[in-house]
C-alpha cells in the first residue's frame, strides 16, 4: 500500500517562530511532492512543489526533499497567524505518475 | 486568470436521487482530475482525464459513479442512486499537462439526507 505519512498535529508556534512540517512516503519511485495549505472549509492551495533532492525557497516557504531518506519537509519562516491551516503533503504515484497521493495533514496553529 | 470553478458550491439531495457536478478547468489545461475528501479523510482520487485519451477510472469507488469530459473542457460527475456514505466535498483540479501541477477549485459540498 503505497502512503504518505504526515503527523496530525496540531503543531503549535509563535508568531514569527519557524514551523517545520514533515512527511514521509513509501513510494521510493516517487519524482513529484507537493505541499498544499487547506484552511478549514476551502479547497487545497498550493503553496510549493519540488521535483529534485534538496531544497527550494518561495519568500517564506522552503520546501526540502531527501529521496534517499524518502522524506519531504515544509519550512515556513516569520510565521503569521494567517499560517494557520491545515498543510497537506502530496506525493506523485510510480504507478500512475498524474495521480497525486494525499498525506491526512498536519493542522499548524500560529499563535499571536 | 480565471481558476477551476466547479457548481454547485453545495448540494442536498435524497438518498437515492441522482446528482451531477460540474467543473470548468483553467483554460488551456489540458488534464482534469476529481477527487473526494470525507470529514476527517484524506483526499481520494476518483478520475483523470487528459486531451483525447481514455480516462484512469480506477478511483471510482463504485459503478454509481461516472464522469465525462465535453471538447477537452468541461468535466461532469454523476453519482447515480446516491448514498449517505456519498456525502462528502467532490474536489476539481487541472494541469497544464499531464503531470503538472495540479490546481484544486473550490468544490462541491454533497449531503445526501
Known amino acids: 500500500q503505497k502512503e504518505v505519512e504526515q503527523n496530525s498535529g496540531p503543531l503549535s508556534v509563535p508568531e514569527g517562530a519557524i514551523a517545520s512540517l514533515n512527511c514521509t512516503y513509501s513510494?521510493?519511485?516517487?519524482?513529484?511532492f507537493f505541499w498544499y495549505r487547506q484552511y478549514s472549509g476551502k479547497s487545497p492551495e498550493l503553496i510549493m512543489f519540488?521535483?529534485?533532492?534538496g531544497d527550494k525557497e518561495d519568500g517564506r516557504f522552503t520546501a526540502q526533499l531527501n529521496k534517499a531518506s524518502q522524506y519531504v519537509s515544509l519550512l515556513i519562516r516569520d510565521s503569521q497567524p494567517s499560517d494557520s491551516a491545515t498543510y497537506l503533503c502530496?506525493?506523485?504515484?510510480?504507478?500512475?505518475?498524474?495521480?497525486?497521493?494525499f498525506g491526512s495533514g498536519t493542522r499548524l496553529l500560529v499563535r499571536p | 486568470g480565471a481558476g477551476v470553478s466547479q457548481s454547485p458550491s453545495n448540494k442536498v439531495t435524497e438518498k437515492g436521487k441522482d446528482v451531477e457536478l460540474r467543473c470548468d478547468p483553467i483554460?488551456?489545461?489540458?488534464?482534469l482530475y476529481w477527487y473526494r475528501q470525507s470529514l476527517g479523510q484524506g483526499l481520494e482520487f476518483l478520475i483523470y482525464?487528459?486531451?483525447?485519451?481514455?480516462?484512469?477510472k480506477s478511483g471510482l469507488p463504485s459503478d454509481r459513479f461516472s464522469a465525462e469530459r465535453t471538447g477537452g473542457s468541461v468535466s461532469t460527475l454523476t453519482i447515480q442512486r446516491t448514498q449517505q456514505e456519498d456525502s462528502a466535498v467532490y474536489l476539481c483540479?487541472?494541469?497544464?499537462?499531464?503531470?503538472?501541477?495540479?490546481?484544486f477549485g473550490p468544490g462541491t459540498r454533497l449531503t445526501v439526507t
Open positions: 483540479a487541472s494541469s497544464l499537462e499531464a503531470e503538472g501541477e495540479q490546481y
Open positions: 513510494d521510493r519511485g516517487s519524482q513529484s
Open positions: 519540488i521535483y529534485s533532492n
Open positions: 502530496a506525493v506523485n504515484s510510480m504507478d500512475s505518475s498524474y495521480k497525486l497521493i
Open positions: 483554460s488551456g489545461h489540458t488534464a
Open positions: 482525464f487528459q486531451g483525447n485519451s481514455a480516462p484512469d
